[in-house]
């Protein structure tokens, strides 16, 4: 693989830090959406990724799976930090929609890595910094079952079917994707 190009380094949360002295930071999230609004919008995502990249492990499936322990941890230091009210159904959706997108692109970018190598053994002897050996390991287990690797299949081929047809899906969107894609 080839040498990484030097960056600007692991983001430090310096900003974060400076207006967490003031106290808790404001978030706006409007009714009826799912996301925050405002100047503190990008600092409120990132350390939701943070917090998700550092104390979440990532060798479970899916976000759904994570124990509700370590999720309920999470919601605590976001609410420290940020000020949002948990009884407040769009400050809940909004935090835990952010850690289920953290989660998933988190996973993603490991995913990707681990298929970059030809074998899992070739993949468990380069871990990834941001991850323990231990978690690593675990990944590549999941990824390497049969289990997991048929249900990437599937989701490709219905990712197809998706982008292919129309949305009555009777009808194929071109001729040529029909004769490329004939399902019995």
């Not at 830090?17 to 959406?33: C, D, F, H, S, T």
């Not at 323990?132 to 999941?142: T, Y």
């Not at 949305?167 to 019995?184: F, G, K, M």
């Amino acid at each position: 693989m080839a040498p990484r190009k030097k960056g600007r380094g692991k983001a430090t949360g310096a900003m974060l830090e400076k207006l967490r002295k003031k106290g808790q930071i404001a978030v706006q999230v409007p009714a009826g959406a799912r996301g925050p609004i405002g100047e503190n919008e990008r600092l409120f995502k990132e350390r939701v990724t943070y917090l998700v990249r550092h104390f979440i492990d990532v060798h479970y499936k899916s976000w759904s799976e994570v124990p509700k322990q370590d999720k309920e941890e999470i919601y605590a230091r976001i609410l420290g930090d940020f000020e949002l009210d948990w009884h407040r159904h769009e400050d809940q959706a909004c935090i835990k929609a952010r850690m289920a997108y953290s989660f998933r692109s988190i996973k993603f970018h490991l995913h990707k890595l681990y298929k970059s190598y030809a074998t899992k053994e070739e993949a468990m002897a380069h871990p990834p910094e941001e991850v323990a050996m231990p978690i690593w390991e675990k990944c590549c287990d999941l990824w390497e079952t049969e289990a997991y690797k048929i249900e990437e299949d599937k989701n490709m081929i219905e990712f197809y079917k998706r982008t292919r047809t129309r949305a009555n899906s009777s009808w194929w969107v071109t001729p040529a994707c029909e004769e490329l894609y004939c399902i019995d």
